[in-house]
């Protein structure tokens, strides 16, 4: 077996991408999941999101590693709903041992042409989710007095963008948020960390809105034209696979990552050699 048997891991945004993941990642280390995602879209995100069938297809990966899962349909911008996805951990399983708080959403536009809900929706989901998400875990875990939370920022925090300001002031907080609870739960047992990675390999990316924003000179750009330009960049420049993520997660989460406290870990092909 893994190096997580018989933990029990909560993990927002758990339908697709890098929450899919992480759950089965988790699950093959011996850890049974409860995955939550909002399955259903935004007005203010250009890409299709996540749906309640997803969540379904998720579930099942991780049972066929043989571990259970709980899939809920659940929005981290409630503070009810995610005590409540918390709550429905520890009555199916007992415990909470691990959060990994993903769920984010991306959308474009520069800051001087903004519309308040495109902002709102960012701030909402990819921060105060966050938020929403440590408060529905930590007291139990500090109550327990052990537990493992990682956070999703990006390594866009360190950099800032162009259309996408609001992307990156709320992995930014993301940052600030992790640190400060490192802080204030650390003689509980409990462990905090941040994963910055740079592009993955996830539907947040491979759509057509995010090909404009990443390549605004070609009137349709495509998966191709996305996949050429990160080919000509230094080596390892390419879009990294969700697993990679994922394997980083599983490491700051058992007890190989026990000595990491409060760090952000950034996962970037290079990037983050231009960053401070």
Known sequence: MGNLDDR???????????GRAHAVALAAAGADIVICDLAEQLA???????????????AKLVEETGRRCVPLKAD???????????QRAIDDFGRIDIL???AGIASNSVIAEMDDEVWQDMIDVNLTGVFHSFRAVVPHMIE????????????????????AGHYAAAKWGVIGLVKSLSLEVVEYGISVNAVLPGGVDTPMIQNPAMYRMMLPDLENPTEEDVAAM?????????????????DAVLMLVSERGRHFNGEALTISGGMSANTI
């Not at 920022?153 to 360190?158: K, N, P, T």
């Open 8 to 18: 029990v891991a909560v993990i927002t945004g758990g339908a697709r991408g890098q």
């Open 44 to 58: 203010s995100v250009p890409y299709p999101m996540s749906s309640e069938s997803d969540l379904a297809d998720t």
């Open 76 to 86: 981290v911008r409630s503070q009810t709903e995610m005590n409540a996805v918390a």
């Open 100 to 102: 990994v708080a993903n």
């Open 144 to 163: 327990r007095r052990w537990g493992r939370i990682v956070a999703t920022s990006s390594i866009v925090a360190r950099m800032g963008v162009r259309n």
């Open 230 to 246: 990160f080919a000509s960049g230094p080596p390892n420049s390419d879009l990294i696979a969700a697993e990679e993520i994922a």
